[in-house]
């Protein structure tokens, strides 16, 4: 094994571990496409276009990573998607 091969893999294995968690967002057909954008934007400071985009890809893959890091930060935020009623959870 090359050095370059060894430092790519402990660079994949760093990555790896400092990725923490992430809170998924589900697809609903309760929520309108602006409550959803409204509260991604106030819940997890996303900019407009960012909420949007997530918006589009829960429509049509039925769930999407919105928001990582620790799991102390994702807790009230994802709490706060839920209180909202849309579907939510920590992965």
């Known amino acids: 094994m090359s050095t370059k091969e060894r ?3 402990e660079e ?3 990555v790896d571990s400092v990725h923490e968690n992430e809170i998924i967002l ?7 496409f602006q409550h959803v ?3 991604l934007i106030a819940v997890c400071e996303h ?5 949007e985009q997530c ?3 829960v429509h049509y ?3 999407c990573s919105v928001k990582s890091g620790s799991l102390s930060d994702l807790k009230p935020r994802c709490a706060k998607l839920i ?8 992965v």
């Open 26 to 32: 589900y697809n609903d057909d309760v929520n309108t």
């Open 12 to 14: 994949l294995t760093l």
């Open 55 to 57: 918006s589009l890809i």
């Open 37 to 39: 954008i409204k509260t």
């Open 83 to 90: 209180q909202a009623g849309l579907s939510a959870e920590i």
């Open 61 to 63: 893959k039925g769930k």
């Open 7 to 9: 430092t790519s893999e």
């Open 47 to 51: 900019t407009p276009q960012q909420a």
